[in-house]
């Protein structure tokens, strides 16, 4: 501490003392200067009263008289002698005093104007007299102070100066230790409470220097803050130990282990359907249930959808609620019943008729209707109401589903604010100038931003969609970490490209399920087959595919009754008649290549328009020289991925059109461009003729790609960031809280 004290009075010291050497000068020049004017004045004042007489003395040539004005004016205290000068600077009287070796010269300005003498120091002043009849002045009167007096006062200034300095220097040094000494205390004890997490956020039991109780639950919650980004690091640096069913399991129990998880979705997970006396449980083909269902299971949480089934009011409680997966019931599916004008302004219409085809280049105009966007907003606002009537507690994390949705985020987070609202989009998001078609563009990114984190497929679609906020609202937009702030509402805008299940299901050895499929098929063994399997949905590119068929049929002829393209439709949205009509088209089509190049042996296009189950669909990929995947526009596509984990041998290849999210990801299949039918012909062809070992090096690191980033991980890394979200969230509203309130600090 004394160290401490020297370290800060020295320098302290030393520079009062500089400050000293260097004022004192210049404050005694200055007083000697206001004393020499005063003195001069005075000289005037003198002169001003003897003039008179002295005149009349000298022109009288009473030389004694002069002289003995000249010792009466020089009687005035402080005066020490005085002389009269003539025009020519000869001393022609003197007062008795007056020194014989001052002359006349003194009266000039430019001589010293002290004089340091062994009579003492004198100023002379010079003040000129007109004793004669000419207008201008003949003589001078040589005023001598003595200058002892201001000698001496300046002597007691600077000491005053000096002493007063010291003082201030001393006071001024020990305010200074005290508040060194203070702060450095305080400082020291921060750094230590900061290391060892204690301190100002320590429990009153623990020790003095705590604080108002009300911290206590800001120091849990920013303590968990920090544990959540320790794990989120070992996580991120050990993404290579791979995201399972376990992992996600393991990190909803820790992220989510007290809250509640609500997804919300146009499409439900299970299927009551009415067959004759029975009622049979479907589940949809949608990658969406096998995304999120794993998460419902963990977390018991509630599944909001729409109870299409014919039998799902039959199975349904009041509420609409039922317990699923039927084999193992572990949460809640919450059915919404919309009427059939409700379905088809907001599920067919707005949804279907102009969203869909808005957000995918396949060349179908969009529809807008006034009609369907008020079924739209009212359908949103009663899934958002679900969603608040399903909430056990105010803050539940909602996981709104895909573009049946926009609105449904702002809508939930008006009723709950302190939910934690995640959206994902899976369809792609079209640049501005097309989405700018949409009479409600407006509305439809407000309920998005809703969410406080807005995900896609792609980097791409995040572009777009931020581009569009861009240039539809009024927001600030922060590019680097791509967030959105509207409203007072924070959006982080993200990619999560969605995937599948790993590990695939066990299964027989791939060479049976070959066997068995042909058979069903009624191929013959040793056919070579390529597979497609889509909805019927004129985004996949059925036509395109049969023409890339077509193409390599009419250019490679050794082809015709030794190749198959197996094309299973599972029939979707057949109430509108943009579908119906592209039923038709596939089926025709498929019709006229089969007359053109099939044979008795094996038809070229062996359409099956029926949905299949995951089982079948999962041997279908198995026996498969070839998966084709076609899509003009497709936001993920997981068939290209299922394709993939299903061939554990290795072998078989993947045709995958570059306009789909999975060309993103899984850089070795043969890309191609499906609105050209030769290039796909061809590319056909390559993938027939592929070598095994060709195969084998490009269907590895596919597997591995897809092995690491599984659907585990698509759900993993959003919920991760989600929580990340749900932790700010409360650490803010907890600050808040306490800044609202006054605080007491006791030290
Ligand atoms: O691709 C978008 C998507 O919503 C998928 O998530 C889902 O598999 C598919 O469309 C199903 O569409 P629908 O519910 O209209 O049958």
Same mark, same amino acid.
């Given at each position: 501490?004394?160290?401490? #004290?020297?370290?800060?009075?020295?320098?302290?010291?030393?520079?009062?003392?500089?400050?000293?050497?260097?004022?004192?000068?210049?404050?005694?020049?200055?007083t000697?200067r206001?004393?020499?004017?005063?003195?001069?004045?005075?000289?005037?004042a003198?002169?001003?009263?003897?003039?008179g007489?002295?005149?009349?003395?000298?022109?009288?040539a009473?030389?004694?008289?002069?002289?003995?004005?000249?010792?009466?004016?020089?009687?005035?205290?402080?005066?020490?002698?005085?002389?009269?000068?003539?025009?020519?600077?000869?001393?022609?009287?003197?007062?008795?005093?007056?020194?014989?070796?001052?002359?006349?010269?003194?009266?000039?300005?430019?001589?010293?104007?002290?004089?340091?003498?062994?009579?003492?120091?004198?100023?002379?002043?010079?003040?000129?007299?007109?004793?004669?009849?000419?207008?201008?002045?003949?003589?001078?009167?040589?005023?001598?102070?003595?200058? #002892?007096?201001?000698?001496?006062?300046?002597?007691?200034?600077?000491?005053?100066?000096?002493?007063?300095?010291?003082?201030?220097?001393?006071v001024?040094?020990?305010?200074?230790?005290a508040?060194?000494?203070?702060?450095?205390?305080?400082w020291?004890r921060?750094?230590?409470?900061?290391?060892?997490?204690?301190?100002?956020?320590?429990?009153?039991?623990?020790?003095?220097?705590?604080?108002?109780?009300?911290?206590?639950?800001?120091?849990?919650?920013?303590?968990?803050?920090?544990?959540?980004?320790?794990?989120?690091?070992?996580?991120?640096?050990?993404?290579?130990? %791979?995201?399972?069913?376990?992992?996600?399991?393991?990190?909803?129990?820790?992220?989510?282990?007290?809250?509640?998880?609500?997804?919300?979705?146009?499409?439900?997970?299970?299927?009551?359907?009415?067959? %004759?006396?029975?009622?049979?449980?479907?589940?949809?083909?949608?990658?969406?249930?096998?995304?999120?269902?794993?998460?419902?299971?963990?977390?018991?949480?509630?599944?909001v959808?729409?109870?299409?089934?014919?039998?799902?009011?039959?199975?349904?409680?009041?509420? %609409?609620?039922?317990?699923?997966?039927?084999?193992?019931?572990?949460?809640?599916?919450?059915?919404?019943?919309?009427?059939?004008?409700?379905v088809?302004g907001?599920?067919?219409?707005?949804?279907?008729?102009?969203?869909?085809?808005?957000?995918?280049?396949?060349?179908?105009?969009?529809?807008?209707?006034?009609?369907?966007?008020?079924?739209?907003?009212?359908?949103?606002?009663?899934?958002?109401?679900?969603?608040?009537k399903?909430?056990?507690?105010?803050?539940?994390?909602?996981?709104?589903?895909?573009?049946?949705?926009?609105?449904?985020?702002?809508?939930?987070?008006?009723?709950?604010?302190?939910?934690?609202?995640?959206?994902?989009?899976?369809?792609?998001?079209?640049?501005?100038?097309?989405?700018?078609?949409?009479?409600?563009?407006?509305?439809?990114?407000?309920?998005?931003?809703?969410?406080?984190?807005?995900?896609?497929?792609?980097?791409?679609?995040?572009?777009?969609?931020?581009?569009?906020?861009?240039?539809?609202?009024?927001?600030?937009?922060?590019?680097?970490?791509?967030?959105?702030?509207?409203?007072?509402?924070?959006?982080?805008?993200?990619?999560?490209?969605i995937?599948?299940?790993?590990p695939?299901?066990?299964?027989?050895?791939?060479?049976?399920?070959?066997?068995?499929?042909?058979?069903?098929?009624?191929?013959?063994p040793?056919?070579?087959?390529?597979?497609?399997?889509?909805r019927?949905?004129?985004?996949?590119?059925?036509?395109?595919?049969?023409?890339?068929?077509?193409?390599?049929?009419?250019?490679?002829?050794?082809?015709?009754?030794r190749?198959?393209?197996?094309?299973?439709?599972?029939?979707?949205?057949?109430?509108?008649?943009?579908?119906?009509?592209?039923?038709?088209?596939?089926?025709?089509?498929?019709?006229?290549?089969?007359?053109?190049?099939?044979?008795e042996r094996?038809?070229?296009?062996?359409?099956?328009?029926?949905?299949?189950?995951?089982?079948?669909?999962?041997?279908?990929?198995?026996?498969?020289?070839?998966?084709?995947?076609?899509?003009?526009?497709?936001?993920?596509?997981?068939?290209?991925?299922?394709?993939?984990?299903?061939?554990?041998?290795?072998?078989?290849?993947?045709?995958?059109?570059?306009?789909?999210?999975?060309?993103?990801?899984?850089?070795?299949?043969?890309?191609v461009?499906?609105?050209?039918?030769?290039?796909?012909?061809?590319?056909?062809?390559?993938?027939?003729?592929?070598?095994?070992?060709?195969?084998?090096?490009?269907?590895r690191?596919?597997?591995?790609?897809?092995?690491?980033?599984?659907?585990?991980?698509?759900?993993?890394?959003?919920?991760?960031?989600?929580?990340?979200?749900?932790?700010?969230?409360?650490?803010?509203?907890?600050?808040?809280?306490l800044?609202?309130?006054?605080?007491?600090?006791?030290?």
């Amino acid at each position: 501490m004394l160290k401490l #004290s020297l370290r800060f009075v020295v320098p302290l010291l030393l520079a009062v003392a500089a400050l000293a050497y260097l004022s004192v000068p210049l404050m005694d020049r200055l007083t000697l200067r206001w004393f020499m004017s005063d003195l001069d004045q005075r000289s005037h004042a003198i002169a001003a009263t003897v003039v008179g007489p002295l005149r009349e003395a000298q022109q009288q040539a009473m030389a004694a008289r002069v002289t003995g004005l000249l010792n009466a004016a020089a009687t005035d205290e402080r005066l020490h002698s005085a002389a009269l000068c003539d025009a020519q600077g000869r001393i022609v009287a003197r007062s008795a005093m007056f020194p014989a070796t001052v002359g006349c010269a003194a009266a000039d300005p430019s001589t010293p104007r002290v004089l340091r003498l062994e009579q003492g120091v004198l100023h002379p002043t010079a003040v000129p007299l007109r004793l004669g009849d000419s207008p201008a002045p003949t003589h001078t009167m040589l005023v001598l102070h003595d200058m #002892s007096f201001i000698e001496l006062r300046s002597g007691e200034t600077r000491w005053y100066a000096i002493v007063t300095f010291a003082v201030l220097a001393l006071v001024v040094a020990l305010i200074t230790v005290a508040v060194a000494h203070l702060s450095w205390r305080g400082w020291v004890r921060g750094v230590r409470a900061m290391l060892t997490g204690e301190g100002l956020l320590r429990p009153f039991a623990e020790g003095p220097a705590t604080i108002d109780k009300a911290l206590l639950p800001l120091e849990a919650e920013v303590r968990s803050l920090f544990r959540r980004l320790e794990r989120q690091r070992a996580a991120d640096t050990g993404a290579s130990e %791979g995201w399972s069913a376990q992992r996600l399991r393991a990190m909803l129990q820790t992220e989510y282990a007290d809250d509640e998880i609500i997804v919300v979705s146009n499409r439900q997970p299970y299927s009551h359907e009415r067959r %004759g006396d029975e009622v049979v449980v479907t589940q949809p083909a949608s990658g969406l249930v096998t995304a999120l269902e794993p998460v419902l299971r963990a977390a018991s949480g509630t599944w909001v959808a729409h109870g299409s089934g014919s039998a799902d009011q039959q199975v349904s409680d009041r509420d %609409g609620c039922v317990q699923v997966p039927p084999e193992q019931p572990s949460y809640t599916l919450r059915r919404l019943w919309l009427t059939t004008e409700q379905v088809k302004g907001y599920y067919e219409g707005f949804a279907n008729e102009g969203l869909w085809p808005l957000c995918h280049i396949a060349h179908v105009r969009p529809v807008f209707r006034a009609e369907d966007w008020r079924h739209f907003v009212d359908v949103s606002q009663r899934f958002a109401d679900a969603v608040v009537k399903s909430a056990r507690r105010a803050d539940p994390l909602v996981l709104v589903q895909d573009y049946h949705m926009p609105l449904v985020p702002q809508m939930i987070r008006d009723r709950l604010p302190q939910a934690t609202v995640v959206t994902f989009w899976h369809i792609p998001w079209p640049m501005s100038e097309t989405f700018g078609i949409c009479p409600w563009r407006e509305q439809i990114l407000e309920g998005l931003l809703g969410s406080h984190i807005v995900g896609l497929q792609t980097r791409a679609h995040c572009r777009n969609f931020i581009d569009a906020v861009d240039t539809f609202l009024e927001s600030r937009i922060e590019h680097e970490d791509s967030t959105v702030h509207r409203g007072g509402q924070l959006t982080r805008v993200a990619p999560y490209p969605i995937s599948i299940a790993w590990p695939p299901a066990n299964e027989e050895p791939i060479e049976a399920t070959r066997a068995r499929i042909h058979q069903w098929l009624g191929l013959p063994p040793g056919h070579r087959m390529a597979i497609g399997i889509d909805r019927l949905d004129y985004i996949k590119g059925l036509i395109e595919r049969f023409a890339a068929v077509e193409h390599l049929l009419r250019s490679q002829p050794q082809w015709r009754g030794r190749f198959t393209l197996v094309q299973v439709a599972s029939p979707s949205r057949s109430d509108l008649p943009e579908y119906q009509a592209f039923h038709d088209r596939v089926l025709d089509e498929a019709r006229r290549i089969n007359d053109a190049y099939g044979t008795e042996r094996a038809p070229a296009i062996l359409l099956r328009v029926e949905h299949h189950g995951a089982q079948t669909v999962r041997d279908l990929y198995r026996s498969a020289d070839v998966a084709m995947v076609t899509s003009l526009h497709d936001g993920m596509n997981l068939v290209a991925k299922e394709y993939v984990a299903a061939r554990d041998d290795d072998l078989g290849v993947l045709l995958l059109s570059v306009f789909t999210g999975a060309s993103r990801e899984l850089h070795e299949a043969l890309l191609v461009n499906p609105y050209s039918a030769e290039q796909t012909g061809e590319a056909l062809a390559r993938a027939l003729a592929m070598p095994p070992a060709e195969q084998r090096e490009r269907m590895r690191t596919m597997r591995a790609w897809v092995r690491s980033h599984n659907i585990y991980r698509w759900a993993g890394s959003m919920l991760i960031d989600a929580a990340r979200v749900r932790s700010r969230e409360r650490v803010t509203a907890r600050i808040e809280q306490l800044q609202r309130r006054p605080l007491k600090v006791a030290v």
